[in-house]
């Protein structure tokens, strides 16, 4: 409970607020119903803790006990990650990890790029980050094998068990995550798996939202009810496309360019962030979409002057 010092201090607040914006009580008691009706879901994906390119804790320690110092540019991620709360609009009742809390050994370059191959190490500083982060509920889905899968182990359940993140299997079975989820908020369902269509340039990157949203609709009546809004993640950049009755978007990564980003030239730097999706009580959806674009972030590379 409260103090009764603080809820005067909040009533004094509401008080200059609707002074400030000249409101009448009738908008004001409208504004302040639907704002506590309304629940919110925060998505969060392709955090690749592990690479020397992502996210990590302030004080990542290998299981060797080898402590790892993080670069500028982690640091940078992290006093970012720090800001979400201040920015959502309210607790989530549901976070949404949306596939690949880890990075993987990178066995295709022999471990280079991370800081650990191990990915017990990868996961469980995945857990010390989500520390920072609120929400009531959590659920997690399964990005691509080559980061999360070690003959056959998933170390997205693995991890999932360790967080006590709840149970899903689209489809029936024992387990916590699955490679899409489904769920329903204010009357909206939601659907979500980690892979899209990766679109290099800007003018197209709501073209695979689009076919998406297309291919569900027409799989409303085998899967029994009417999919409102998708969740995609995987291309490390955020984008929003829609129709009449649905809405579809694909999450900001956790994760700056590395060696693979360059395979084809010097790559398009990624969206930095999460999305918070607010159901109002009436259905109403509003994206509020938490990106950095270079305010916390040092992005810029360094030039060498002779």
């Known amino acids: 409970m409260s103090s009764q010092k603080e809820l005067d201090a909040l009533n004094k607040k509401l008080i200059k ?15 302040l119903g639907r704002s506590m009706s309304s629940k919110s879901i925060l998505v969060g994906s392709d955090f690749h803790c592990g690479s020397i390119n992502a996210l990590c804790s302030p004080e990542p320690i290998r299981d060797d006990g080898l402590q790892i110092v993080p670069t500028k540019q982690q640091k940078a991620l992290y006093d970012f990650w720090e800001t979400i709360p201040d ?7 549901l976070f949404l990890a949306n596939g690949e809390p880890c990075d993987g050994a ?36 399964r990005g691509s094998p080559y980061h999360v899968t070690i003959d056959g182990t998933n170390f997205e359940e693995i991890i999932a068990k360790q967080m006590s993140i709840d149970n899903y299997r689209a489809f029936g079975g024992s387990g916590k995550t699955d490679y899409e989820v489904n769920f329903e908020i204010n009357g909206k369902f939601f659907n979500a798996t980690h892979h899209v269509g990766f679109s290099r340039w800007w003018q197209y990157r709501t073209t695979p939202l689009a076919i998406e949203l297309v291919k569900m609709h027409f799989s409303n009546e085998k899967r029994k009810f009417h999919t409102d809004f998708l969740i995609r993640s995987h291309v490390h950049y955020y984008a929003r496309a829609g129709f009449l009755n649905t809405d579809a978007i694909s999450t900001p990564a956790w994760k700056l360019p590395d060696a693979f980003m360059y395979r084809n030239g010097v790559p398009v730097y990624p ?18 979409p938490i990106v950095d674009y270079e305010v916390h972030l040092e992005l810029s590379p360094m030039v060498k002057h002779y």
């Open 106 to 141: 990178n066995k295709k370059n022999g471990g280079s790029g991370v800081w650990t191959t191990n990915l017990g190490d990868q996961i469980t500083d995945f857990a010390k980050c989500m520390e920072v982060i609120p929400y009531e509920h959590m659920l997690m889905t």
């Open 87 to 93: 920015q959502i609009t309210k607790k989530p009742v």
């Open 17 to 31: 607020y609707i002074e400030k914006h000249q409101m009448t009580p009738e908008g004001a008691m409208r504004i």
């Open 271 to 288: 969206d930095i962030g999460m999305i918070e999706i607010i159901v109002e009580s009436n259905g109403s959806i509003v994206i509020n």
